[in-house]
């Protein structure tokens, strides 16, 4: 599992359950394509035998391979690079959470963190790299895909500052992701999806044409399929200031049938990228979902 001294506090880390993750960890996290990386963990590429060849260069980070420190490169700039070539076998982690307004609403944020932090938990302890990015107008900076010392921890502070706030840069997010990420990465999104699906679909066709392997967490509380119509309600914008009350034998059926045909599309959007879709119901173990997610990878890899 995870380098010594690199597990969480899990004291502090109360979205984070050791057992569970532990557990879990007996199912390999597979990509659905071979990738192309530079660390070495459990995964096939095609590319066998060209671990030397040259991919590119980076800046230095604590933790980094020094036999990879290009001398001649730091002469010329006075600046630290590391020689980052492609390893025979890869899977590249990045979680992408949705840290906006909405995902305040019940237990959204919460079931985030537990998923977030048990993906990469998994990941890292199988000899892979894991990073992420936060989705808001508040957090949006990349934790690079790392399998250092210490990076379970990096990952698990980022995951406990992330803050149900503002509004969704989840379509802006998964777009410069499909720019920033050059080699293929396994991308986990993790969000309500409260936004247009129009521009769901251009994100994920956006970084389908890069190659990169997509996965949909749908988070979703039960009080969103089913309110209580029993009496006038207030509906507030999680992500803006507005509010208004509503009676419920004006706007029930009207509201059902829109969140029918949301998930609808959702999913529909989803099929027709190849997008690894699974509905999270916050009623439901979080384990259930997660278990759905490794499952059907591991299936799938195994042929």
Not at 20 to 39: C, N, W
Not at 68 to 81: C, F, N, V
Not at 281 to 300: V, Y
């Amino acid at each position: 599992m995870p380098e010594p001294g690199s597990q969480p506090n899990t004291v502090t880390e109360s979205f984070f359950d050791p057992v569970l993750a532990e557990r879990l960890s007996a199912i390999p996290l597979t990509a659905r394509q071979s990738m192309l990386g530079t660390v070495s963990g459990r995964h096939q590429s095609p590319h066998r035998g060209s671990s030397v060849e040259f991919a590119e260069y980076r800046r230095y980070q604590p933790g980094d391979d020094l036999r990879r420190l290009d001398w001649r490169a730091y002469g010329r700039s006075d600046r630290y690079y590391v020689k980052e070539f492609e390893a025979d076998t890869n899977l590249r982690l990045v979680l992408v959470v949705d840290g906006s307004g909405s995902m305040g609403f019940g237990d959204k944020l919460h079931a985030a963190r537990q998923i977030a932090s048990t993906l990469a938990y998994i990941a890292i302890g199988q000899g892979d790299a894991a990073g992420m990015i936060g989705a808001s107008d508040s957090d949006s900076q990349l934790l690079p895909p790392r399998r250092i010392a210490g990076q379970v921890s990096l990952l698990f502070d980022r995951l406990k500052r992330i803050e149900a706030a503002g509004v969704t840069t989840l379509e802006q997010t998964l777009h410069r992701l499909a720019e920033m990420i050059r080699q293929r990465a396994l991308i986990v999104v993790i969000s309500d999806l409260l936004f247009e699906p129009s521009a769901l679909r251009s994100a994920v066709e956006h970084l389908a044409f890069c190659k990169h392997d997509v996965a949909l967490f749908h988070l979703m509380d039960p009080a969103e399929l089913q309110p209580n119509w029993d009496r006038p309600i207030r509906l507030e914008d999680m992500e803006g200031d507005e509010s208004i009350l509503v009676d419920p034998d004006e706007i029930a059926a009207g509201y059902d049938e829109a969140v029918r045909e949301f998930l609808q599309e959702v999913e529909r959007i989803s099929r027709e990228t190849s997008v690894d879709y699974h509905r999270v119901m916050l009623d439901r173990p979080i384990e259930e979902s997660l278990m759905r997610f490794l499952a059907g990878r591991a299936r799938e890899s195994a042929g």
